[in-house]
């Protein structure tokens, strides 16, 4: 078990192509352009996360959003977890090694956060930015596999553990050995004053 504290004209050989411009766009194939467009670019800079991991990044422009890559297998189990610097609706996009996209939330309060089972085995993208487009600022990300935990800590019966929450949105990650029908007590105390969190996993890396 596991706890855890993104007219033309052209040449084909001997001919000339005409291809007509169509009269009119659709808003949907714009949207549908403009997203595609936007996968392509931010797969090409994303940046690497891995499980376990807690990274500092910063939206500079509005209507920008970061992008970041990770592998994982079909079925598993991932938490992302962000704390922005600007107040209302800091986004996460979580899309699929197809493109599609399979999550999406965006937060109040400086915080959002996706949990998800994944449908495929490749290499998944995140996009995180803010929801309107029009806030900017620093944030920080924490990705997290459920049943399968990266950078976890074991903590045995009857034992009690000190660590150290360094960075925002972090979650520090413990794992134990149980039995089915086990009855198990966490307790935890936290130096910061509001909200101290324990969330309880299954080996399969659901929620319990």
Known sequence: MHALFSRFTG??????????????????????????????VLAASAAPIQFGETINGKISLPHVNDS??????????????MRSDWQTFPLIRLYAPNGTRIAEYF???????????????????????????????????????????????????????????????Q????????????RILLRMRSDWQTFPLILLYAPNGTRI
């Open 107 to 169: 937060g109040s309060a400086f915080q959002s956060s996706v949990f998800a089972k994944l449908p495929d085995t490749g290499t998944y993208t995140a996009l995180v930015g803010d929801e309107d487009g029009v806030n900017t600022g620093t944030y920080t990300l924490y990705l997290q596999r459920t049943n399968n935990p990266g950078l976890s800590n074991a903590i045995g019966f009857g034992e009690t553990r000190s660590d150290t929450i360094g960075e925002r949105a």
């Open 68 to 81: 970041y890559t990770f592998s994982a297998n079909a079925s598993d189990m991932v938490l992302l977890r």
């Open 11 to 40: 040449k084909r050989g001997t001919e000339n192509q005409i291809l007509k411009k169509p009269d009119t766009l659709s808003p949907a194939r714009i949207v549908l352009f403009f997203v595609a467009l936007q996968l392509l």
């Open 171 to 182: 979650f520090d990650t413990w794992t134990f050995d149980g039995v089915k029908d086990d």
